[in-house]
């Protein structure tokens, strides 16, 4: 049975920093895309990031451009969010995601984690 376990996240101030990860079992993702998708409440879920199998190449929404990082770990089988610069329209709940699969102008994913809350504070 496939398990997205995320930790990490919390109430922070604006400007403050966060680190999400990501613990995956029941199944090794190091030969598919991992990442993140985040969902605000009444919004629907947004991508956010995205890492290739080997970490070579990374995807970002543009209002995370310059601000989050995502990095894996494919001998633990996590992946990890490092959050920056966090505003007030960054609260919202962060899901992992895996596989995740490039179709162009969406993503496509197979299993989903349960979210873990961020609120950043004005």
């Known amino acids: 049975q496939v398990q997205l376990v995320e930790s990490g996240g919390g109430l922070v101030q604006a400007g403050g920093s966060l680190r999400l990860s990501c613990a995956a079992s029941?199944?090794?993702?190091?030969?598919?895309?991992m990442g993140w998708f985040r969902q605000a409440p009444g919004k629907e879920r947004e991508f956010v990031a995205a890492?290739?199998?080997?970490?070579?190449?990374?995807y970002y929404a543009d209002f995370v451009k310059g601000r989050f990082t995502i990095s894996r770990d494919n001998a633990k089988n996590t992946v990890s969010l490092q959050m920056n610069s966090l505003k007030p329209e960054d609260t919202a709940v962060y899901v992992c995601?895996?596989?995740?699969?490039?179709?162009?102008?969406?993503?496509?994913?197979?299993?989903w984690g349960q979210g873990t809350q961020v609120t950043v504070s004005s």
């Open positions: 995601a895996a596989p995740m699969f490039n179709e162009g102008s969406r993503w496509s994913v197979e299993h």
């Open positions: 029941g199944r090794t993702f190091s030969s598919y895309a």
């Open positions: 890492i290739s199998r080997n970490s070579g190449d990374t």
